[in-house]
Structures are given as structure tokens and as C-alpha cells.
């Protein structure tokens, strides 16, 4: 299944506020949906679908790329979905949109694939790359690069950035200062029932 390329505004009415899909707002106050609410009570299924859809389209992964990281945390000792929501934290699109640079992963994702970003001064345009404590990400050197990031940061994506991350809005030079704790993460979801999602594949 390819990514989403569809109205961002249909999936946020239906799944609820995701942060970085899309920061525009609906009017209308009933779910996506012929009659508006549902009548009947959701199962088991539909709850555990339904979170795991957040994760999803709020980080823009496709089914394949989510099931990978999904194993990838179940082999690291600890709770899996705290671990796969530190995974998903800590690419490199996330964390353009978390330092405020961009309005939302989308436009970070753009940002990354065409070469904007630096890490540790090197060019990196693979959004999916894994940032680690340490790592110094920079806006490359170029007019093009420094006014699109500018204009971008006049209208900021979320209101603080994590304490993990260190932003120097003058010389648009980042910090990765630790892993993300699971109370920073801005995406309001039960990561427990994703993993159990799964568990039943």
C-alpha cells in the first residue's frame, strides 16, 4: 500500500488531531460519515485499527515501512511501544517538524528528499534516517535552502519543542541532546493497542 496522497482533512476528522498530517482545522463538529456518529459500539478490532491508523497517517509511513519498525522495536528490551514511538520520533522528517522548521512531516519529508537538511554536515535525504544523541542537523548553506526554511518558520508547527531537541533560531543549527521521553510525544494515542494490533497478524 502506497503512501496517502488524498484530502488530509477527511483523515483528520475521522482519526481525530494529528499534528503532523495536516494544521488545518474542520468546522463541521460530527465524524466523517453518511449519518455522522456511529450508532453502534466499536469492537475490539475497529479500536486497535483505528490507533494504528494514527501512526500511520500522522508520520506518512505505508503498512510495509510500519511493520518494519514494529519488529525492529520488539527486538530491543522494553516496552514495545514506547520504543516504536522513540523510532518513529527520531527520523529525521519527525525532527525537522519538531524543531519548528516546518508546518507539518509532509513538507518536512520535501524538505529532507530534496537536500535542504544537513546532519553532521552531510547531506541527508533519506527521511526515514535514524537521528541519534549527538547529531548536530544544519540548513545547507544556500539562499534557496535558508529562505524556503525561514519562510516555513514564520508559521511554526507546534508550540515547544521537545526537550531532547536544542534550536538556535539565528544560526538554524540543531541539536539531538537524548532520546524522546514518551510524555513530549504530540501525537495523543494508545500505542499499546497498536502493538496488539499486530501481535494478532
Do not use: W
Amino acid at each position: 500500500m502506497s503512501r496517502y496522497r488524498g484530502p488530509k482533512l477527511r483523515i483528520s476528522r475521522r482519526l481525530g488531531d494529528l499534528p503532523g498530517l495536516t494544521r488545518k482545522k474542520s468546522n463541521k463538529a460530527l465524524p466523517a460519515g453518511e449519518h455522522g456518529q456511529q450508532v453502534r459500539k466499536p469492537s475490539e478490532y475497529s479500536l486497535r485499527l483505528e490507533e494504528k491508523q494514527k501512526l500511520r497517517f500522522n508520520y506518512g509511513l505505508n503498512e510495509k515501512q510500519l511493520l518494519k519498525n514494529i519488529k525492529l522495536a520488539k527486538k530491543v528490551p522494553g516496552s514495545t511501544g514506547i520504543i516504536l514511538l522513540q523510532i518513529l520520533e527520531m527520523r529525521l522528517d519527525n525532527t525537522v517538524f519538531r524543531l519548528g522548521i516546518c508546518p507539518t512531516i509532509p513538507s518536512a519529508r520535501q524538505l529532507v528528499n530534496h537536500g535542504h537538511i544537513l546532519v553532521n554536515n552531510n547531506v541527508v535525504s533519506i527521511s526515514s534516517y535514524q537521528c541519534r544523541p549527538g547529531d548536530t542537523i544544519t540548513i545547507k548553506n544556500k539562499v534557496s535552502s535558508i529562505a524556503l526554511v525561514k519562510k516555513y518558520m514564520l508559521f511554526p508547527s507546534l508550540v515547544n519543542i521537545p526537550n531532547h531537541l536544542e534550536f538556535n533560531k539565528e544560526m538554524l543549527i540543531a541539536k539531538v541532546n537524548g532520546i524522546i521521553e514518551r510524555e513530549n510525544v504530540a501525537l495523543q494515542l494508545n500505542e499499546l493497542l497498536v502493538v496488539e494490533y499486530y501481535s494478532r497478524k
